[in-house]
Structures are given as structure tokens and as C-alpha cells.
């Protein structure tokens, strides 16, 4: 076992207090003097939804500031709010099925197996594994697999065959998980690294299940993805931490772990992917040294982070100014899709029901017939979108627009798209001449957006 370096910062839990916690000491490295880099106001809990035509009554608001770190380079959110508060009871599970997500499991299957030269018989452990979808790639490559998820999806996957503990990751998840399957030989974290607060008792966790050359695999939405394409709007509660690989280099250390390979990936709009082992047990492949250069290269974070809050506001701005000439002239404007994204550009850009009559969802979403949060506009089925042809769709999922547009267009809706980010832009109807096979099943997948909601 490699030594750990250092002692990390204990934050107090906002877990079980029913309210929040303020962050007043970096969430990896415990330095104080963080700088505020943005605040895009007090934001509703996105999950918080109201059914429609009840009158609006009070509502709790969190303050959304981000703060960057200069010590560790970490970009954290300024307010740590109670779980059961952000993820309430009857939030339920929705699944992520756009294209880019139903290519990242198998994928990460594939490069773990030739980058960590397995053989099928290694055990691979998933915290926050739902209803085990990514383990099912390694199941099927003969692995034996172990989930561990908190929601009652963790029952879908034992009814599939996909050994799950129903728990929160915590130190009992992980004994009970040596206990019934052994030390793990690959941990993966997707899309849950940057959500639960207490990082460093997690990675303990992580370290206490995991073979001494066994590595953890974490994908996380990407701090340089955020200001590259001026991804406020990712930025909400359940987002805690915005992870440059600079930053992630620096939590391993705190636990005697080394990042042996890191990527970008497509998914939620820009992720990173880091292995990690521990140190000196794993040869470090050069991928790690290179994007260290390219985010280094890339200029000083601070000065970068400035940049970002000046570009945010001026998207705003203009976004009005787009906005007051189109619906000025009187067109009609939807929204298309409601993750939780679409929550925080909705509140800081202030589109009020006047603006956006509405939002659609694919059908059967549990969103529709309540208020979009922090407003009266109401979540409707997207079947009011074909049958009612506004002149203009708002792309509340913007970074797939590519996927989204052709798939709208030939499912029937002629109107055009307003992009919101990165610059607002109006497009045009896309040529449909090469219709999809199967256009219907496809498009209603993409309107449902990223998964975003996925708990883990
Ligand atoms: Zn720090």
C-alpha cells in the first residue's frame, strides 16, 4: 500500500441537515482564499417540479456561484445542498439515450480491456451503476461484475442478472462488496466523481475494495469542456465539482494514486476520463503528461475562468438581442427538452412563459403537465410541438444540436432552431432528404436529452 501524502480536508456534511452547507474551504485541498468566478443568481431545485395550473407558492432558491481554487485548480460550486433535497423520493430515473451516451459504455469497455489488458476475468465494480447497463459490456466480455447503486434501479439490474447492492457508496457498500465478490480489479465512477460531497472518504471507499493494482476509472464533466463552450447552464446543485485533470492529479496524490491515463470524451457536452492506480504500480501511459501540457498550454486558468464569466454574460445579452427581434415580430418559440440544464439557462436568462410558451418532452416523460422550475412554463408532451408548428424550437439540449435537428425535421416540425449557446444563433429547417430509417424512435430518444438526471 503507497503511502498517503497528506491529510485532506474534512467539510461539513450537508447530507441529512434538509438544507445546504456553504463552501468555505476547497472541496480537495482545503485552501480558503477561493475566487468567485461567476453567480448566476439563486436557482430552484431542478428536480423540485410543480404540477401545472397549481398556483406558485413558496419555493426554496440556492445561490449557484462558482468558485475556482487557485491552489489545486479545482472549479467547485460555492454551496453544498442536502441530497434529499436535490434527488427528492419520487425523482425517478431517466435514462440517457442519445447517441453519444449509448456509445460511451461499450466504448469504455473496449479501451479499459486493451489499455488495462484484461481478460474477462477480472471483477468490475460500478458505483452509481443504475440499472447496470455498463457493467452489462463487461458481463458480457465474461467479467464478473457488482453494482452499486442507491435508487430502486438497483433492482432492474438483479432482475437482469447484473449483481447489485441497493445502498449509497459508503464504507459498509464497500465491505459488503469485498465480502460478496472479492477486491475489484477496475472500479468505474461515470458521471458521478463530481456529484457526492465527502471526495475524500469516497475515494477511501474506492481504495478499500480495490486490488493493490487494481485501477478506478472516473468520468466527470470537464472544467475545460465548461469554459471552452460556455457551459453555464451545467452548472446546478447536483453538479458539486469541475474537474480539470490538473485538479483530479492533485486528489489521487492526497491517496497515493497516480492518473496512468486520461482523455476527453464526448459525453454530457465534454467529460474526462482518468485512470488512476496506485502509485508505481501501473505503467503511466503518455496521454496523462499531454493533457497536462494542452490544459497548461492553454493559459492560466484564472485568467481563463475571467473570460468565461465575461463571455457568459454577453451570451445573455445577446441571446435578448435575438430574442426581442423574433418573438418581437411575433413568432411563437418552444423549448425542445428539459434536462436539468435547461433549468439554469431558463432562470439566469430569465425566459419567463411570454418568451417560451412552452417546453416539450418525449412522451411519457415524468416532466410533462408540471412547471418548468423557478416558472410557469409548462413541461408538454412533444406531440404539441409537431401539431402546432411554432416558427421557432429553443434547443435546451444545445450541445447535441447536430443530432437533435435533422431528427426534428424529419419527424415533420418546419420551424427554425434557436441555439442558445455557445453564441445564440437562428438555424434553419435542415434538409431531410435523407430521412432515417427509423426516424420516430430516434428523434423521441434525442429529445430526451442527456442524463442528466441520472442520479449516481
Ligand atoms: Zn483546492
Redesign the pocket.
Known amino acids: 500500500m503507497t503511502a498517503v501524502h497528506r491529510p485532506w480536508p474534512s467539510l461539513p456534511h450537508a447530507a441529512g441537515t434538509g438544507g445546504s452547507v456553504v463552501v468555505d474551504r476547497?472541496?480537495?485541498?482545503?485552501?480558503k482564499d477561493l475566487d468567485s468566478v461567476l453567480f448566476l443568481g439563486y436557482l430552484p431545485p431542478v428536480n423540485q417540479m410543480r404540477p401545472v395550473r397549481q398556483r406558485p407558492h413558496e419555493q426554496p432558491a440556492y445561490p449557484a456561484e462558482l468558485l475556482h481554487?487557485r491552489?489545486?485548480?479545482?472549479g467547485q460550486l460555492g454551496l453544498i445542498v442536502d441530497p434529499a433535497i436535490l434527488f427528492p423520493a419520487y425523482y425517478p430515473y431517466t435514462s440517457g439515450t442519445t447517441r453519444i451516451l449509448r456509445e460511451n459504455f461499450p466504448e469504455l469497455q473496449r479501451e479499459s480491456t486493451d489499455i488495462l489488458g484484461l481478460s474477462g476475468s477480472e471483477l468490475v465494480v460500478d458505483i452509481g451503476s443504475n440499472d447496470g447497463t455498463l457493467l452489462e459490456n463487461f458481463r458480457a466480455a465474461g467479467h464478473p461484475v457488482c453494482g452499486v447503486e442507491p435508487t430502486l434501479m438497483a433492482n432492474r439490474a438483479n432482475e437482469r442478472g447484473i449483481r447489485t447492492i441497493l445502498s449509497f457508496f459508503n464504507g459498509e457498500a464497500a465491505a459488503h462488496v469485498v465480502r460478496e465478490c472479492g477486491r475489484a480489479h477496475v472500479v468505474t465512477a461515470t458521471n458521478v466523481f463530481a456529484h457526492v460531497e465527502g471526495v475524500h472518504d469516497m475515494v477511501e471507499h474506492i481504495l478499500a475494495m480495490m486490488r493493490e493494482d487494481g485501477v478506478f476509472v472516473s468520468e466527470s464533466h470537464y472544467l475545460m469542456a465548461l469554459v471552452e463552450t460556455l457551459q453555464y447552464d451545467t452548472i446546478y446543485h447536483e453538479h458539486l465539482r469541475y474537474y480539470s485533470l490538473e485538479?483530479l492529479v492533485?486528489l489521487l496524490e492526497m491517496h497515493g494514486l497516480e492518473a496512468v491515463h486520461a482523455r476527453r470524451i464526448p459525453t454530457h457536452g465534454g467529460s474526462i476520463r482518468v485512470y488512476a492506480a496506485r502509485q508505481g504500480t501501473r505503467t503511466v501511459l503518455p496521454t496523462v503528461r499531454q493533457m497536462l501540457a494542452e490544459e497548461k498550454a492553454a493559459g492560466p486558468l484564472d485568467g481563463r475562468l475571467a473570460d468565461f464569466s465575461r463571455r457568459v454574460v454577453r451570451s445573455k445579452l445577446q441571446l435578448h438581442a435575438l430574442l426581442r427581434d423574433l418573438l418581437g415580430a411575433g413568432a411563437r418559440m418552444y423549448g425542445v427538452g428539459a434536462p436539468s440544464r435547461a433549468s439554469t439557462l431558463i432562470n439566469y436568462a430569465a425566459l419567463d412563459r411570454g418568451m417560451l410558451e412552452c417546453v416539450v418532452e418525449v412522451t411519457g416523460s415524468y416532466k410533462a403537465g408540471k412547471y418548468m422550475p423557478g416558472t410557469m412554463i409548462p413541461v408538454v408532451d412533444e406531440a404539441k410541438l409537431f401539431a402546432d408548428q411554432p416558427e421557432l424550437a429553443l434547443l435546451l439540449s444545445w450541445h447535441i444540436a447536430g443530432e437533435l435537428m435533422p431528427k426534428l425535421a424529419a419527424r415533420g416540425f418546419n420551424g427554425r432552431y434557436v441555439v442558445p449557446l455557445p453564441e445564440p444563433q437562428v438555424v434553419p429547417a435542415p434538409d431531410v432528404g435523407d430521412r432515417m430509417t427509423t426516424p420516430g424512435r430516434e428523434a423521441a430518444d434525442a429529445s430526451r436529452g442527456p442524463n442528466d438526471g441520472k442520479q449516481a
Open positions: 476547497c472541496q480537495v485541498c482545503g485552501a481554487c491552489r489545486c485548480q479545482l485538479s492533485h
